[in-house]
């Protein structure tokens, strides 16, 4: 089962940017999308929007990172948001034997890092906050998974 797909908005005029191509990479992103869409709380978002420049640690040269999402709350709040497994999250275990995986995942890690740290600066620079939500985040919000 393929866990990615264009998420169709239903209330276009809070969407900011292009309603057409909102594509989801997970079963989690399309229940945010979903539930971000139909947050009476929720005044304004968007998904893969905003673009924030950084330069990874795993090779120093400059990248452009597409953040998740984009939400401005009925309150004035405004934040970033990237969606990633707790998993991804973490720095990896150090196993026994360094195997290819493990090089892998340390490699993804430390990409990772430098984007959140990018967008930690950017969303400074802007009054935005910065947030990485997991499953654990998400189901706190009562967003339940449906498949």
């Known amino acids: 089962m393929t ?9 276009i005029a809070k ?3 292009d309603h057409t191509k909102v594509v ?3 079963l989690w992103e399309r229940q945010v999308f979903r539930w971000a869409d139909e947050n009476p709380d929720v005044l304004s978002w968007s998904s893969e929007e905003i673009v924030v420049p950084y330069i990874c640690r795993t090779d120093g040269r400059m990248h452009r990172y597409f953040v998740d999402l984009f939400i401005k709350f009925s309150n004035g709040k405004e934040y970033l ?3 990633k497994p707790k998993k991804q999250t973490e720095a ?3 196993p026994a034997r360094k195997t290819p ?4 995942e340390v490699m ?8 959140w740290e990018a967008a930690e600066a950017y969303c400074k620079s802007k009054g935005y906050t910065f947030e990485v939500w997991t499953e654990e985040t998400i189901k706190g919000l009562g967003i339940k998974l449906i498949t």
């Open 108 to 115: 993804g890690y430390a990409k990772n890092i430098s984007k």
């Open 3 to 11: 866990y990615k797909g264009i998420y169709r908005i239903k209330h």
């Open 81 to 83: 948001i990237e969606i």
């Open 101 to 104: 995986r493990y090089i892998a």
């Open 92 to 94: 990896p275990k150090v």
């Open 24 to 26: 989801y990479r997970s």
């Open 15 to 17: 969407y900011k940017g």
